[in-house]
């Protein structure tokens, strides 16, 4: 099983700043990497996937990058709707598929 | 509109048995591949099992043998029967549909329910 760790924890910024979230998985993944926004009572929603493609209707200020084992997500100037749990996901090796721990993005 | 809707959940004592139910709409259950994930207390994200289009199945090993996922048709509807249950099952359950129209899932998905809360404690 894949292992995939997620990093900071909690990230803390300002909005309108840049974030930038990390994703690592413990073997190559390919470019096998999806991202998912997450708010509490809320459904999960599908980002990023093949570690750089935007998903249907999501803004240009979400970006992924990485391949092999290190990934980020950049979000370029944050809004208030952006302050979430992020979490990244392999779909390279399955099953299983494996999720981080997830980064929560506060407001700073 | 798309959308997955959970149902089912609730406090059940170790041991004991509870079904979950996804009820689809906007789109067929049968012509996708319908998986259940869950988040348990303060934990990430854990994908538990998948449903192909063709019937084939997979668990995740901690749910092989007590955990069987299967969907009604007729109701468009997905389900997972837990049976065996532990205090390591607690979690919100959610059920996922996999962006794949194809032959083959893609396994990372474009479609999830709001998810319902199992507890299983004493």
């Known amino acids: 099983e894949i292992v995939m760790t997620q990093s900071p924890a909690t990230l803390s910024v300002s909005p309108g700043e840049r974030a930038t979230l990390s994703c690592r998985a413990s073997q190559s993944v390919s470019t096998k990497l999806a991202w998912y926004q997450y708010k509490p009572g809320q459904a999960p929603r599908l980002l990023i996937y093949g570690a750089s493609t935007r998903a249907t209707g999501i803004p240009a200020r979400f970006s992924g990058s990485g391949s092999g084992t290190e990934f980020t997500l950049t979000i370029s100037s944050l809004q208030s709707e952006d302050f979430a749990v992020y979490y990244c996901q392999q779909h390279d090796n399955w099953p299983p598929v494996t999720f981080g721990q997830g980064t929560k993005l506060e407001i700073k | 509109e798309v959308q997955l809707v959970e149902s089912g959940g609730g406090l059940v004592q170790p041991g004991g048995s509870l079904r979950l139910s996804c009820a689809a709409s906007d789109f067929t259950v049968s012509s996708n591949y319908m998986s259940w994930v869950r988040q348990a207390p303060g934990k990430g994200l854990e994908w538990v099992s998948v449903l192909f289009t063709g019937g084939k199945t997979y668990y995740t090993e901690s749910a092989k043998g007590r955990f069987t996922i299967s969907r009604d048709s007729s109701k468009n509807t997905l389900h997972l029967q837990m049976n065996s249950l532990r205090p390591d099952d607690t979690a919100v359950y959610y059920c996922?549909?996999?962006?794949?129209?194809?032959?083959?899932?893609?396994?990372?998905?474009?479609?999830w329910g709001r998810g319902t809360l199992v507890t299983v404690s004493s």
């Open positions: 996922a549909r996999d962006v794949s129209r194809t032959s083959w899932p893609y396994w990372y998905f474009d479609l």
